[in-house]
């Protein structure tokens, strides 16, 4: 059974930093590209970010490029996405996220929120 736990969110100034982490288990995390998803209030899910199963090749979303960093250490079966220079439009649900099946909720942990104040 897929499991993901998604933890590191809270509430940060207009301009601060957050790292979230992604617990992952119930399937082979190496071989699977990942992703971090968010769902801002009355909006639908944006993908932010995509790794690699490998981990060396990333893609991201222009509008959190050059500010945010998605990781994973499959050693320890965890995803990651740094989050620098926060604005309040990136206040959203965060969720982690096999890839490209984000949208199926068997495919994405509970989510962890991020609120950012201006």
């Known amino acids: 059974q897929v499991q993901l736990v998604e933890s590191g969110g809270g509430l940060v100034q207009s301009g601060g930093s957050l790292r979230l982490s992604c617990a992952a288990s119930?399937?082979?995390?190496?071989?699977?590209?990942m992703s971090w998803v968010r769902q801002a209030p009355g909006k639908g899910l944006e993908w932010v970010a995509v790794?690699?199963?490998?981990?060396?090749?990333?893609t991201y979303a222009d509008s959190v490029k050059g500010r945010f960093t998605i990781s994973r250490d499959n050693a320890k079966n965890t995803l990651f996405l740094q989050m620098n220079s926060l604005k309040p439009e990136d206040t959203a649900v965060y969720y982690c996220?096999?890839?490209?099946?984000?949208?199926?909720?068997?495919?994405r942990g509970q989510g962890t929120q991020v609120t950012v104040s201006s």
């Open positions: 790794i690699n199963g490998g981990g060396g090749s990333t």
């Open positions: 996220a096999r890839w490209p099946n984000y949208s199926d909720t068997n495919s």
């Open positions: 119930g399937f082979t995390f190496s071989r699977n590209f």
